[in-house]
């Protein structure tokens, strides 16, 4: 029997640090009757291939659970999340290396006697990890922002700190076209972007003065980057700066609320996911500046209440996006939904995960996708375990 821990604390802290904003500019492209209607239309044109597929756990008797992973070079996999389970006390970040198959290999925590949150995670180009979090550990005045560097096997090799004496914490982070790191945040309630170089000395770091919230940062072939999110009032956007973190352009789209994650596809355009106070998801696409093209607008079945934070673009030319749905607002979270959407934002496919949260997702070599979050296998909320989920092409696990 796992002992209950506060997990309404965890909801409020959670719901506390997203309320951070970031300034996207004054530009509003609301847009007028831009609803698309979707259609279920199998749109593949080559054959996928047959992919492997699992649902594995990871954690304690306590709460756990993961906020990013991907496919390493060795076809395994590593998550980065949380655990009360384990560690020096309190929250932990806590690293896992999987195999092939998402059987456990290896895990690592880091932290000290205050909590520590594993946001990020990346494997670098010497075949260890870069891992972004926040902590109030290892002497800091307040909570920073912490960018911590692993070797293969999870040991630590340096760790550096932002924020100062001012409340900070990460969103996204970026292993950057000159092997540094991008990081984006909120530093005393402004948003905050810091640019390191590969060994975590910072080269420069922005405090933005407007009021709005960046969740999702991509780097562009200038060396510059896009990032999306929305304010505190709840009008999405997207914008891009230069590879000194100086504004070129942004636009505002207030019907739209929160956007929480942008790909950019190779002709310059880009894709962006989020949802708005309504109550509904979308899949938005914009040319390179951010002009509006389409939307597609949609409801999951059975979602009091909804978010759609994780995006990702398949190599069919079709985008994958997760949705984590409530029974309401101030309930726990109830499944994880994936939704396939092709080229021209109309829906190919919708199913169910074995999570009950989470906020990112990847593809994988074989054409399949990854996600991880919260899993509740054991029935035991508030606790809970690491959810590792691989599917098919087509959003499925094997039996």
Not at 36 to 44: D, L
Not at 97 to 112: P, V
Not at 165 to 176: G, W
């Amino acid at each position: 029997m796992k002992r209950m821990v506060n997990a309404t604390l965890f909801i409020c802290i959670s719901l506390v640090l997203i309320s951070f904003v970031f300034s996207c500019g004054d530009d509003d492209d609301s847009m007028a009757n831009p609803t698309m209607t979707p259609t279920v239309t199998p749109t593949v044109t080559n054959t996928p291939q047959e992919a492997t597929t699992f649902f594995k756990t990871f954690g304690g008797e306590n709460y756990d659970y993961g906020f990013c992973s991907e496919q390493t070079s060795d076809g395994g996999y590593i998550v980065v999340g949380e655990t009360y389970s384990y560690g020096a006390g309190s929250l932990d970040i806590y690293l896992i290396k999987a195999d092939e198959f998402g059987n456990e290999i290896w895990s690592r925590t880091y932290g000290g006697d205050r909590a520590d949150h594993g946001s990020q995670v990346h494997q670098t180009n010497d075949g260890g990890y870069i891992i972004s979090g926040y902590t109030g550990n290892f002497g800091v005045p307040d909570v920073n922002i912490v960018l911590l560097k692993t070797d293969s096997m999870g040991n630590e090799q340096w760790k550096s700190f932002f924020g100062g004496s001012d409340f900070t914490v990460d969103y996204s982070l970026l292993i950057t076209s000159d092997n540094g790191y991008i990081i984006a945040g909120a530093r005393a309630n402004k948003p905050y972007l810091v640019k390191t170089d590969q060994t975590g000395l910072l080269e420069w770091e922005k405090i933005y003065a407007d009021y709005r919230r960046c969740y999702s940062i991509q780097q562009l072939p200038s060396g510059g980057y896009i990032l999306a999110g929305g304010s505190h009032y709840y009008t999405a956007c997207l914008y891009e700066v230069d590879r000194a973190g100086e504004i070129v352009w942004s636009h505002d789209y207030s019907d739209l609320g929160q956007i929480y994650s942008v790909v950019r596809q190779n002709d310059g355009s880009l894709v962006a996911t989020g949802s708005s106070t309504d109550n509904w998801s979308y899949l938005i696409k914009t040319d390179s500046t951010g002009i509006f093209e389409w939307k597609t607008i949609f409801n999951e079945e059975g979602c009091g209440y909804q978010r759609s934070e994780g995006l990702v673009s398949d190599s069919f030319g079709g985008f994958v996006v997760i949705t984590t749905c409530w029974y309401s607002a101030d309930s726990y979270p109830r499944t994880v939904i994936m939704t396939r959407f092709n080229a021209a934002g109309e829906i190919d496919w919708s199913t169910d995960t074995e999570l009950i949260a989470g906020k990112s997702i990847v593809t994988t070599a074989d054409d399949g996708y990854l996600t991880c979050g919260w899993a509740n296998e054991n029935d035991d909320l508030p606790d809970g375990d690491i959810g590792l989920f691989k599917t098919d092409f087509y959003g499925q696990v094997a039996n």
